[in-house]
């Protein structure tokens, strides 16, 4: 199956759309995926465009109602629910692609295709971004002070957009208000530890999480984490923009239980990695609650950089 993004320069819905189609394809390996930024309306009509971003399966757009005009505009799509966005939902993507689903894993681990970035208004990606590059330099959360100086120039308090932060599963607090996490950071010790190459060791949420904290920060950094089966360690070595596993059979279970709640809850102790498939088949086998996929290197690499590789690059404002 051949899968093709089309976009115009820049486009905001693009991150969305990419990430939307990576957890659709979580656990697909048949599929070829490939990207073409489109400048003008006569390659929109060579290519079949129909405004940005537009998607392509094997040559054709599932999306576009028959006789729809080439465009290099942007593009609204309307789900299920009625309401307009700016890319299929990921329950639509895997109906036109005919990919199975992963239960809850991509609607904790991913906000249901929503993405980690928060929106700019009221101070939410502002805030958000403060308390990523405090864990990225000091491996911890900011203090007050930081976090209120980046919410003044919105004119909020900056517990108030914490709360709105927890509200919609960007980060979480304790009882007292003070962040537990903000993926894909975590606070407290974690089984997934990432040392960042001239900065700290941090722990990560999940599996996902730490392959997406290099890639968010620009940075090489080193993964270790345990095999819950065997106790053996996975390590993973991001060095210059590629990655080395150890050992070279370690996967990704990529997986949630069921029911509702932050990622925290539902998927963080779901998305781990092991030695080898078949140590993530018995895992899984022994928890028949969870719902999931076993991913390889290349798909679990994907998901880290489509989920998190956007979150310091977009500006705060």
Do not use: K
Request: net charge negative.
């Amino acid at each position: 199956m051949r899968v093709e993004m089309l976009t115009v320069p820049d486009c905001p819905n693009g991150p969305v759309l990419r990430e939307r189609l990576a957890l659709a394809l979580a656990g697909h390996t048949d599929a070829e995926v490939t990207e073409h930024v489109v400048d003008d309306q006569a390659e929109a009509e060579q290519r079949g465009m129909h405004g940005s971003p537009t998607l392509l399966v094997d040559g054709r757009d599932p999306f576009a109602a028959p006789g729809t005009a080439a465009s290099v505009s942007c593009r609204l799509y309307r789900g299920t629910d009625g309401r307009l966005g700016g890319a299929p939902s990921v329950e639509e993507l895997r109906r036109v692609l005919g990919t199975p689903t992963t239960g809850g894993a991509d609607r904790a681990a991913g906000r249901a295709g929503q993405g980690r970035l928060a929106p700019i208004e009221g101070g939410l990606r502002a805030v958000q971004q403060a308390v990523l590059r405090s864990f990225a330099t000091t491996g911890a959360p900011p203090e007050q002070a930081e976090l209120e100086a980046a919410a003044d120039p919105f004119a909020v308090p900056a517990a108030r957009v914490l709360a709105e932060l927890a509200a919609e599963d960007f980060l979480t607090l304790d009882d007292t208000g003070r962040i537990q996490a903000a993926y894909p950071f975590s606070a407290t010790a974690t089984e997934h530890v990432v040392q960042i190459t001239g900065g700290p060791t941090v722990w990560s949420m999940c599996a996902i999480d730490a392959l997406g904290i290099p890639v968010m920060l620009g940075t090489d950094a080193v993964i270790t984490s345990t095999d819950p089966v065997t106790g053996d360690p996975v390590r993973v070595e991001f060095t210059g923009g590629s990655t080395t596993w150890q050992p070279a059979t370690a996967v990704v279970h990529y997986g949630a239980r069921p029911g509702t709640g932050p990622a925290a809850a539902v998927c963080c102790g779901y998305l781990r990695f092991f030695t080898d498939r078949a140590t993530a088949e018995q895992w899984t086998g022994r928890h028949t609650d969870i719902s999931g996929a076993v991913l390889d290197q290349a798909e679990a690499e994907r998901l880290g950089v489509d989920i998190f590789g956007p979150l310091l690059a977009a500006p705060a404002r």
